[in-house]
């Protein structure tokens, strides 16, 4: 199974501060995601990455959140000015493409206080 | 849009009881069909899929038949252990995305 490791594990920070989340994908997908989950919620669908442009977004995804992959290699989920109700877990994962099947990474937990 | 539904839980079953954890989806398009465990304090692995209706999913013991004449891609296994506790995610795939159902907390005591 393919392998995506996340960092940090845990980030604090305070409401209206930017975060940088990070994702590093072991193997060699072409498709990167993030999703968010709210403590005891579902998982949510934020945006899809494909090519150096965002495929897909969800509502959510509104003008605080970008994505980029600056190095061809880490995949990025930036939080211009957090909110206490970003405080969630978010996960990245990779997949071969639409349709398909996803890996997720073990997720940062996110707190805005 | 896209959903999908999850029985409520905590499901709480003795060792070696059978499971069976119900999901139904949204008919749209074509999709495929997932189940993925999140065990206490981890990320999403993914358990099992379908690509098709009647193909039917394994791994680790349990079982899901991809169902489209009732839109339903129900988990079961026939022997739970106690390592199986934790909480499952019924998945369907979208243009790009995956749609979760809610999750369902199993609980399995010795």
């Known amino acids: 199974e393919p392998e995506v490791t996340q960092t940090p594990s845990h980030q604090v920070t305070q409401m209206g501060q930017e975060v940088i989340l990070r994702c590093v994908p072991i193997?060699?997908?072409?498709?990167f995601y993030w999703y968010r989950q709210i403590l005891g919620q579902k998982v949510e669908f934020l945006v899809s990455?494909?090519?150096?442009?965002?495929?897909?977004k969800s509502e959510i995804f509104d003008d605080q959140f970008s994505v980029e992959r600056p190095d061809g290699s880490n995949f990025t989920l930036k939080i211009r000015s957090t909110k206490l109700e970003d405080s969630a877990m978010y996960f990245c994962?990779?997949?071969?493409?639409?349709?398909?099947?996803?890996?997720f990474g073990p997720g940062t937990r996110l707190t805005v206080t | 849009g896209d959903s999908v539904t999850q029985m409520e839980g905590p499901v709480t079953l003795s060792e070696e009881a059978f499971l069976t954890i119900n999901c139904t989806y949204t008919?749209?398009?074509?999709?495929?069909l997932f189940w993925y465990v999140q065990y206490p304090g981890e990320g999403l692995q993914l358990l099992l899929k379908?690509?098709?209706?009647?193909d039917k999913g394994s791994n680790k013991g349990f079982e899901a038949t991809y169902r489209k004449e009732t839109t339903s891609f129900h988990l079961e296994k026939g022997s739970v252990q106690v390592s199986d506790s934790a909480v499952y995610f019924c998945?369907?795939?979208?243009?790009?995305?995956?749609?979760f159902g809610k999750g369902t907390m199993l609980l399995v005591s010795p």
């Open positions: 193997s060699n997908h072409l498709y």
């Open positions: 008919a749209t398009g074509y999709p495929s």
């Open positions: 990455f494909y090519n150096n442009e965002i495929s897909e």
């Open positions: 994962a990779i997949g071969p493409g639409q349709g398909y099947e996803q890996y």
């Open positions: 379908a690509t098709k209706a009647d």
């Open positions: 998945a369907r795939s979208g243009y790009s995305t995956l749609t």
